[in-house]
Each structure stands twice: as C-alpha cells, then as structure tokens.
C-alpha cells in the first residue's frame, strides 16, 4: 500500500507525474518526427509525380486541339477538291502527341498512386502504441 505522498516504487506523486511527462513528451516528439519523416517521404514521389501529369494533361489537350484541326481539314477537304497533304500530318502528330499524353500522364498518375496519401507506418506504429498503452492500463489495474 502507498504512503502518504508517496508510491509503492518510494517515488512521490509528482516525480511519477514528472516522468510521466517526459516520456509522453518524448514519446509525441518520436510520433511527430516518424509522421512528419513519412509525409516527406511521400511528398518526394508527388514532385516527381505531379509535374509529369500536368505535361500529360497538356499534352493530351493538345492532342483535342489538333484532332480539332484534322476534322475542320477533313471537312474543308470533302467540299474542296485539294490533296489530302496537311491532313494526313494533323492526323501524324495528333496521334504522336496523344500517345505522348497519355503515357506522360499515365506515369505520373502511377507515382501519385504509389506514393499515396496516408502515412501508413505511422498509424500501424499509433494502434501499436494504442494496443500496447491499453494492456499496460490493464496490468496496472
């Protein structure tokens, strides 16, 4: 049984609580440096992911303003007897572009997903700590 002012262990109340501090200090800073270590992490993937979607998404809207261009020329052609010349190369760098668009856009899409967006050792790390904290709340009782 405890005396007075003190516990079990011969410590008082307020050095246990002091401690106690300490380590809910130490153990939040350790929390908030593996968070913050893993959203880094994370964001590294998304500087290299995001700059290569946007070159695909204009790419890929360059691609609508050039297969625009073919139609009005495949348009303009059926009512005027010219060769098909300046259509067919629309026709040429339409697909080049929307190839290019599309696998620009399709990479960076990929290194967004992979890298995602919850930091996921942190939470694991969080319910262990969660787990943990409740089993030693069970033994102290």
């Known amino acids: 049984m405890a005396t007075s002012g003190y516990t079990q262990n011969g410590k008082s109340v307020s050095e246990v609580l002091h401690e106690f501090k300490d380590e809910l200090k130490e153990f939040l800073t350790t929390r908030f440096q593996m968070l913050r270590s893993e959203l880094m ?59 290019a668009g599309a696998a620009f856009a399709l990479y960076g899409w990929r290194k967004i997903k992979d890298s995602g967006i919850v930091p996921e050792r942190t939470i ?16 102290q009782v």
């Open 41 to 99: 992490q994370k964001m590294s993937g998304w500087k290299l992911g995001i700059p290569v979607l946007m070159i695909g998404l204009l790419m890929l809207a360059m691609t609508f303003v050039l297969f625009t261009g073919l139609l009005v020329a495949a348009i303009a052609l059926a009512f005027n007897a010219q060769p098909w010349g300046y259509a067919l190369s629309f026709a040429i760098v339409t697909v080049i572009y929307g190839a």
């Open 124 to 139: 694991k790390v969080l319910k262990q700590d969660g787990v943990w904290i409740q089993s030693e709340a069970r033994t």
